[in-house]
């Protein structure tokens, strides 16, 4: 079983549709959560960061995070066709000697049409 | 653009071969980490350097090193390679070792092993 798992998709929404995208994890270790946005033939950039359950608010991106069920979430409100890309959550844990290491979910296939 | 850059953008070559993929990290940035995307193992961390010294080690083939030389640009190295070793490598820096820093990702090398 892998320590993080994430529905591949892909997710195809019309413009202006709300987005949830979604995983699991099974290392409680793990403490700081991340989500990050993959273009075609582009690196990862990094979207979102927290550390704490609840909800983090950045314009039209939410992160939430549950600790206690091992479940995080990246809602997208009003999408955009520039949304169209892939997501990928990444979680690092809070101790040990992994320092940097991110464990990354598969990643979600997003298309959102006009 | 992230400010990491990775040559060359693509590679292709024979099983067997060895191969060399370069990274230079953000200004400033001290950390190093290099990280092997295919389709079905997704995003997995492979190892990270942090000021000239490997910090973190992740699942790094025996036939893969790098190393992080005094200005801070990277390499790895991958040799007797395999078809399975196809696949988009990515190189990350942040500011400093830990679990906390922003990673930024470069634009990647494209690895095909005939």
Known sequence: ?114 | DSGVTQTPKHLITATGQRVTLRCSPRSGDLSVYWYQQSLDQGLQFLIQYYNGEERAKGNILERFSAQQFPDLHSELNLSSLELGDSALYFCASSVASGRTDTQYFGPGTRLTVL
């Open chain 1, 1 to 114: 079983q892998k320590e993080v798992e994430q529905d591949p998709g892909p997710l195809s929404v019309p413009e202006g549709a709300i987005v949830s995208l979604n995983c699991t994890y099974s290392n409680s270790a793990f403490q700081y959560f991340m989500w990050y946005r993959q273009y075609s033939r582009k690196g990862p950039e990094l979207l979102m960061y927290t550390y704490s359950s609840g909800n983090k608010e950045d314009g039209r991106f939410t992160a939430q995070v549950d600790k206690s069920s091992k479940y995080i979430s990246l809602f997208i409100r009003d999408s955009q066709p520039s949304d169209s890309a892939t997501y990928l959550c990444a979680m690092s844990d809070a101790g040990g000697t992994s320092y940097g290491k991110l464990t990354f979910g598969q990643g979600t296939i997003l298309t959102v049409h006009p």
